[in-house]
Nanobody, 125 residues
């Protein structure tokens, strides 16, 4: 069974920075796509950024809300994906969740759709 654990959330002032981490543990041969989602109070969960691992290099995507401010990156050796968030705004407040769409547990067996428990990010003055 694969588990995802997020960390790095907390409080920041507007304009500040936080770095979130998502650690995947368990039986892992490789991971397809890791994504960060967030859910603000009273709103639906939304995609923030995603990273797809490929042998020739990772493919990253960011939602418009975070472009130029958020950077997603990975440390494949440690099965960790990071979300560096700079120039934070109050509207970035919410619970941030890590998702993995597919984990290959061998080179021919896979399991789908894993979520972490979430980490709270609060941006306020």
């Amino acid at each position: 069974q694969v588990q995802l654990v997020e960390s790095g959330g907390g409080w920041a002032q507007p304009g500040g920075s936080l770095r979130l981490s998502c650690l995947a543990s368990g039986t892992i041969f490789s991971i397809n796509t890791t994504s960060w989602f967030r859910q603000a109070p009273g709103k639906e969960r939304e995609l923030v950024a995603s990273l797809t691992s490929r042998t020739f290099g990772d493919i990253t995507n960011s939602a418009d809300s975070g472009k130029g401010r958020f950077t997603i990156s990975s440390d494949n050796a440690d099965n960790t994906v990071y979300l560096q968030m700079n120039s934070l705004k109050p509207e970035d407040t919410g619970v941030y969740y890590c998702n993995v769409d597919r984990v290959w547990i061998t080179d021919y067996e896979s399991e789908d759709d894993f979520w972490g428990q979430g980490t709270q990010v609060t941006v306020s003055s």
